[in-house]
């Protein structure tokens, strides 16, 4: 089948920064409000959660995790600083011809946790120094989450994939989504090949240079719910990472109510910390983890208040 609908590369009042996601990051200049509270019902994937794929987000998506009762004999074990890693950490002139690695240094040794990113920046591309960043983490016996990024589809894309998952392909809109389910399955194999029995992905949503977004946001959000819906049914959780200034110029209003990863750029930690408020929520959902670049190294830690049970989030071998 050939879609109707045509890319393009037009996203405005943004400034690129570095950051998770492949090198490009996005942060805006001040927040925005974002809506909250329960799912709604409808088919608009411009504005509010599918119908078909209400019933995947469950309460434990709709809040951040409890902090702890000072109150219990054993309370559980917490994490408190991390990292992530990805395409940019390979060595120069590894990767894909648009995302070549940039040899950035790996995490510093006080990290306990490390999200590794699944892709080489699109969908449907994998991560090419994925092995060797999970046996460092390995090694060290860090705790390890997954992240993949998500793109617009290709035209060969939408032609091998949109006609084959849950929805009808012969709409736009279904295709798209099909094209969304089927980069998560892509990704959920690769979790699976190195036995990386994470509980969550967090899908990153952001402008991918050199592989446009479209103008339609409903068309955008048809390939993000369609991801959403491929990671929930091959067994995994799903968080968002974004900005509002980010997640509204390519999706519109579309709300999943899953937990939320938040990035500051360069900003620092305090930064960082104070985008956990409900004026920085992109989707709908609480905020769980915030970023922020120093030292060439991105860095993350729960936001306050938020005692991060690694088990929940994160996997170690």
């Known amino acids: 089948?050939?879609?109707?609908?045509?890319?393009?590369?037009?996203?405005?009042?943004?400034?690129?920064?570095?950051?998770?996601?492949?090198g490009e990051q996005l942060v805006e200049e001040e927040p925005t409000s974002a809506a909250s509270g329960s799912a709604p019902e409808g088919d608009a994937p411009g504005a509010v959660v599918p119908s078909d794929l209400a019933s995947l987000v469950d309460e434990y998506n709709k809040s951040a995790p409890p902090v702890t009762?000072?109150?219990?004999?054993?309370?559980?074990?917490?994490?408190?600083?991390?990292?992530?890693?990805?395409?940019?950490?390979?060595?120069?002139?590894?990767?894909?011809p648009e995302?070549?690695?940039?040899?950035?240094?790996?995490?510093?040794?006080?990290s306990e946790f490390v999200i590794i990113g699944l892709t080489n920046s699109p969908s449907f591309t994998r991560n090419p120094c994925i092995e060797e960043q999970v046996a460092w983490a390995q090694e060290r016996d860090l705790w390890i989450g997954a992240y993949s990024v998500v793109s617009f589809p290709r035209q060969e894309e939408i032609e091998e994939y949109g006609g084959t998952g849950p929805w009808d392909g012969s709409s736009d809109l279904g295709a798209l989504r099909n094209v969304g389910?089927?980069?998560?399955?892509?990704?959920?194999?690769?979790?699976?090949?190195?036995?990386?029995?994470?509980?969550?992905?967090?899908?990153?949503?952001e402008p991918v240079p050199k592989f446009d977004w479209s103008e339609d946001k409903a068309a955008n959000a048809a390939v993000i719910v369609g991801m959403a819906r491929g990671y929930r049914e091959t067994g995994y959780r799903i968080g968002a990472y974004s900005l509002p200034s980010m997640w509204s110029a390519i999706a519109g209003d579309l709300r999943l109510y899953a937990p939320e990863w938040r990035p500051a750029g360069d900003r620092g930690q305090g930064e960082a910390e104070s985008r956990c408020g409900e004026g920085w929520s992109f989707q709908g959902g609480n905020a769980v983890l915030v970023q922020w670049v120093e030292d060439g190294r991105d860095h993350n830690v729960p936001c306050p208040?938020?005692?991060?049970?690694?088990?929940?989030?994160?996997?170690?071998?």
């Not at 991390?82 to 894909?96: F, L, R």
């Not at 070549?100 to 995490?107: D, V």
């Open 1 to 22: 089948m050939r879609l109707r609908l045509l890319t393009a590369a037009a996203l405005t009042g943004v400034l690129a920064l570095t950051g998770c996601g492949g």
């Open 69 to 96: 009762d000072a109150s219990a004999e054993a309370p559980p074990e917490t994490v408190k600083l991390g990292a992530d890693v990805g395409w940019p950490q390979c060595p120069e002139g590894v990767g894909i």
């Open 99 to 110: 995302k070549q690695g940039q040899g950035q240094p790996m995490p510093d040794a006080d």
């Open 181 to 205: 389910y089927a980069a998560a399955r892509y990704n959920a194999a690769t979790l699976r090949k190195l036995r990386l029995d994470v509980p969550l992905v967090w899908i990153d949503v």
């Open 305 to 317: 208040g938020v005692e991060l049970e690694p088990e929940r989030w994160f996997f170690r071998y």
